[in-house]
């Protein structure tokens, strides 16, 4: 049937600013964690992951900040970009180590040039 | 990390019929394949985990007989939309991981059921 309409979270930001979009993750025995970014009509692009026995790793203009204590997870865009404009998605394994991502509700970024 | 295809990338069907979408692993000899569907402005939800040689494990709620996954080699999996409904309309999406790596994800398809 049809979905219900639910409104994905967004975030509006200005070209050049850095972005932060944040995850609260569900399983405390969750050891694996991604980020992918969906654009419109495509399927999820990998962007950059982090094992539970990390705090922070960076990659080219991204960083992701792992916060087990309270379950959350965060991704920042250093110098956003209008081609950032996207849906971001964080995953974390599913429990028992099989590393079948279970998907977070996502965050809409739209940057504004 | 593995490079994805699937095809084809939009579908319009009519009710009652079935349709099939393809999934390839292009350099990557995958043992297992995951299918998931979206529906718009919504997340990701794992439908099936495709095994080559074997049959496919399904999640809760899905129902076996109405996505038909088969996954005959290592490089390509097919999951079919038996007797299509309006409310099977979604965006359907199929992934790889390779060694070591996680998920790749092809383009997604997009089926419309009139």
């Known amino acids: 049937g049809e979905s219900v309409g639910l409104h994905l979270p967004t975030l509006s930001v200005q070209e050049g600013d850095n972005s932060i979009i944040n995850c609260a993750y569900s399983?405390?025995?969750?050891?694996?964690f991604i980020w992918y970014k969906q654009e419109s009509g495509k399927g999820p692009q990998f962007i950059i992951d982090?094992?539970?026995?990390?705090d922070k790793r960076q990659g080219q203009r991204v960083t992701v900040l792992l916060n087990k204590t309270v379950k959350h997870l965060s991704l920042q865009i250093a110098a956003t970009q209008p081609g950032d404009s996207a849906v971001y998605f964080c995953?974390?394994?599913?429990?028992?180590?099989?590393?079948?991502?279970?998907f977070g509700r996502g965050t809409s970024l739209i940057v504004h040039p | 990390g593995a490079v994805v295809s699937q095809h084809p990338s939009r579908v319009i069907c009519k009710s009652g019929t079935s349709v099939k979408i393809e999934c390839r692993s292009l350099?990557?000899?995958?043992?297992?394949m995951f299918w998931y569907r979206q529906f718009p402005k919504q997340s990701l939800m794992l439908m099936a985990t495709?095994?080559?040689?074997?049959?496919?494990?399904?999640e809760q709620g899905v129902e076996k007989d109405k996505f038909l996954i088969n996954h005959a080699s290592l490089t390509l999996s097919t999951l079919t939309v038996t007797s299509a409904h309006p409310e099977d309309s979604s965006f359907y999406i199929c992934?790889?991981?390779?060694?070591?790596?996680?998920?790749?994800f092809g383009n997604g398809t997009r089926l419309t059921v009139t």
């Open positions: 350099d990557f000899q995958a043992t297992t």
């Open positions: 982090i094992r539970s026995n990390m």
């Open positions: 995953a974390e394994n599913r429990a028992g180590g099989s590393y079948i991502p279970t």
């Open positions: 399983n405390s025995a969750s050891d694996y």
């Open positions: 992934s790889v991981r390779g060694n070591n790596s996680p998920l790749h």
């Open positions: 495709s095994n080559e040689g074997s049959k496919a494990t399904y």
